[in-house]
Structures are given as structure tokens and as C-alpha cells.
């Protein structure tokens, strides 16, 4: 599993380097000593898991998910425990106060193994081709939060690197699905592909006006506003009945 260490002290990072070589299913690929130099080095390298720093110069751990666009599984690490709840709100796999203690780490490791049986299972949930209506109904599991929900419920699909973003109600899951998988699924009657990054439902579209390029700009029931790009313009005025 490609891994990369991202702290602001160095012999932190040559500590838990050290650590990890224990673990044969580890590969340390790369270290980073802030959240830039990170961002960087998790789009060329495009991890599957990060061990990551809380409070570092410029911008906090936090701020730095924020950013990604390659989404990798997260354990972070700080000498700070104030900061275990917001951890897991943001669906971080483990919390790992310093120093590291090597049964703590041994821990957290084995929930990368649970995360990752999760993943494909819900991987195979989509496995089949049957096409996706707005009655049909389906699961989503984010962490240890789980939906039963209607695709009629769903006003946006947002893709975040590997993953996609679900926004329905107040809920914005992710779920181990490409957008472009989504599409392929997605009944074309609801489901619409405004632009690279979104996918949206026709259903859930309150307001519409002209934008930049000649584009268009939707505003969704949930406040959302995306950008019809001009591609794809032409394509939803003839779905609307412009």
C-alpha cells in the first residue's frame, strides 16, 4: 500500500518511517513536511493511505483535505488530543497521539484491512449493469454512518479523485464510485452531466441563468450552484424544452 508520511518534524517522520517497516504491506513512498509540499506529492504519487500531521505551518491537516483532489485513506497524528473528534468527523481511519506507541499503530493498521473489505464490497454492490432509475433504491455507507436512500433523493453526484461525493438532504457521503461509473448507470431522463466534475438531477433544478462562456448556471433545491459547461449547454436546454 503506497504511503506517504507528511509532518513538519523531521525525526518524526524518520520515527514513524522506522515503525512502519514492520508492516511488509507499507510502502513509504514518499515524506512531506507541510500540507503544499503534500498536496503535491499525493497527486503525483496518488497514495493509497497517508499518515498525516494536524497542526503544521501554513495550513492545518485539516485544511489540507480540503484541497485534494485524490482522496486517500487518512490516519492522522498529533501531539494534540483535542482534536480526535473532528478527526473522525472527516472519516479518518485512525487517531494516533504522539509519541506512537507500536501497539496503537499495529491497531490502526488493521482498520486499513477493514476499510479496505469494506470498499470492495460496496465495489461489487454496483458491480451489475442494470440501470439505476430515480425509484430505485440504494445503499450508502460512509465510515460507520449508512443510508438506505431513493436516487430521487439524490440532487448531486460531486467527484472527489477515486471517489464521489452524494448530496442528499444534509448527508454528502463519499462512495469508492467514479463519476464516470455513475454515469454509465444513471437514468439519462434524471440524471444529467453538467461538467467534469458533476452530475446532477434534473428534478431537483430551481433556478437556471446565463453564465460565463456561454454556459449556463443551475441553482439546485439544496443551494448548490454548477456550471453547465458550454458542451454540455446545448444538450440540457434540449432536455429542458428551452
Not at 99 to 121: G, N
Request: net charge negative; glycine share 4%; charged share 30%.
Amino acid at each position: 500500500m503506497r504511503t506517504i508520511i507528511i509532518d513538519d518534524e523531521r525525526l518524526a517522520r524518520s520515527e514513524l518511517n522506522k515503525m512502519l517497516r514492520s508492516f511488509p504491506d507499507i510502502d513509504v513512498v514518499d515524506e512531506a513536511s507541510n500540507a503544499e509540499e503534500a498536496i503535491e506529492k499525493i497527486a503525483s504519487h496518488q497514495p493509497e493511505l497517508i499518515f498525516l500531521d494536524i497542526q503544521m505551518p501554513g495550513k492545518t491537516g485539516f485544511e489540507m483535505l480540503t484541497e485534494l483532489e485524490w482522496v486517500p485513506k487518512v490516519i492522522f497524528t498529533t501531539a494534540f488530543d483535542e482534536y480526535a473528534l473532528k478527526a473522525f468527523e472527516v472519516n479518518a481511519l485512525d487517531y494516533l497521539l504522539k509519541p506512537i506507541d507500536q501497539k496503537r499503530l499495529e491497531a490502526a493498521i488493521k482498520k486499513i484491512t477493514v476499510a479496505d473489505s469494506r470498499d470492495h464490497k460496496q465495489e461489487e454492490s454496483y458491480s451489475n449493469n442494470e440501470m439505476l432509475t430515480e425509484n430505485s433504491q440504494v445503499f450508502v455507507k460512509d465510515g460507520d454512518r449508512c443510508w438506505f436512500i431513493k436516487l430521487n433523493e439524490v440532487r448531486l453526484f460531486e467527484s472527489v479523485g477515486n471517489y464521489a461525493k452524494v448530496f442528499f438532504g444534509l448527508h454528502k457521503p463519499l462512495i469508492l464510485k467514479s463519476l464516470n461509473a455513475l454515469e454509465e448507470r444513471l437514468d439519462p431522463k434524471t440524471f444529467f452531466r453538467a461538467n467534469r466534475k458533476h452530475i446532477i438531477n434534473l428534478q431537483m433544478v430551481e433556478k437556471i441563468e446565463a453564465y460565463f462562456n456561454n454556459g449556463l448556471l443551475v441553482e439546485l433545491r439544496g443551494g448548490e450552484k454548477i456550471e453547465i459547461s458550454r458542451r454540455q449547454t446545448v444538450k440540457f436546454k434540449e432536455k429542458m424544452s428551452f
